[in-house]
């Protein structure tokens, strides 16, 4: 953290030079520089000597339920490192599905002096836009989601669906022209963005291998009902 602020106050001191009206000599500017980085770096030091990671409290609020083999229970698999590389404090809890419980929950964490509150997906976008107004001293970070304007302390992660499910078509075309076929399928949970990015990588990943290819797509409804899920891909399959 203390090379990064370094790092990073040199690139806004540099930026700032730059848009200075006059350009300085290059030893006016290489020493500046080189002060700058001591001091920002002195001042690193004191301040890592008086953070206590030990104090330093982690919540995740996980809008669903544990047991979905995906993002709810990568992040959760999470904590413990969190705890053993950083030394921080994280506590968690699981919502599930009741959208009407994600509101209470965010007040209550916020409530209880989390310095970080972390979430996953836009299940619980309302909310977290509401209780991240509510409290704007109040950090968030939201994994998977795709919010087009959140409030100031809210800070959105994005994941690259396409590329993931890229190399998946790419095998089920492989698979396919093991077989002698032309043809693949899809089932997706819901149909919203995020799993139609899969969709459009899973598709271009099956064209890098065969471009006539073609993929038969269906959608669940669902992201729980796995009986369902089983039926759509029966249905393909056959």
């Given at each position: 953290m203390k090379k990064f602020g370094v790092a990073l106050t040199a690139l806004f001191m540099s930026a700032a030079m730059l848009?200075?009206?006059?350009?300085?000599?290059?030893?006016?500017?290489?020493?500046?520089?080189?002060?700058?980085?001591?001091?920002?770096?002195?001042?690193?030091?004191?301040?890592?000597?008086?953070?206590?990671?030990?104090?330093?409290?982690?919540?995740?609020?996980?809008?669903?339920?544990?047991?979905?083999?995906?993002?709810?229970?990568?992040?959760?698999?999470?904590?413990?490192?969190?705890?053993?590389?950083?030394?921080?404090?994280?506590?968690?809890?699981?919502?599930?599905?009741?959208?009407?419980?994600?509101?209470?929950?965010?007040?209550?964490?916020?409530?209880?002096?989390?310095?970080?509150?972390?979430?996953i997906s836009s299940n619980n976008d309302d909310a977290l836009v509401q209780v991240a107004e509510e409290y704007p001293d109040q950090k968030f970070i939201n994994l998977d989601d795709e919010l087009a304007d959140p409030p100031a302390n809210v800070y959105i992660m994005g994941t690259k669906n396409n590329e993931m499910s890229y190399l998946a078509g790419a095998a089920g075309a492989l698979k396919a022209a093991e077989l002698g076929e032309d043809k693949i399928g899809f089932v997706g949970g819901m149909d919203n963005p995020s799993i139609n990015e899969f969709l459009v990588g899973y598709i271009e990943g099956a064209q890098a291998i065969n471009p006539d290819i073609k993929v038969a797509t269906s959608y669940v409804g669902s992201f729980t009902d796995t009986a369902k899920g089983k039926e759509n891909a029966l249905l393909l399959y056959n």
């Open positions: 848009a200075g009206c006059g350009a300085p000599e290059p030893e006016e500017t290489e020493a500046a520089a080189t002060e700058a980085a001591a001091a920002e770096e002195e001042a690193g030091e004191e301040s890592a000597e008086a953070a206590d990671p030990a104090e330093f409290k982690v919540g995740l609020m996980i809008p669903g339920n544990l047991g979905d083999k995906s993002f709810f229970d990568a992040a959760f698999n999470s904590i413990e490192p969190i705890k053993e590389q950083l030394g921080v404090e994280v506590e968690y809890i699981e919502c599930g599905t009741d959208t009407s419980k994600y509101y209470p929950a965010l007040v209550d964490m916020c409530e209880q002096g989390y310095d970080l509150i972390l979430t």
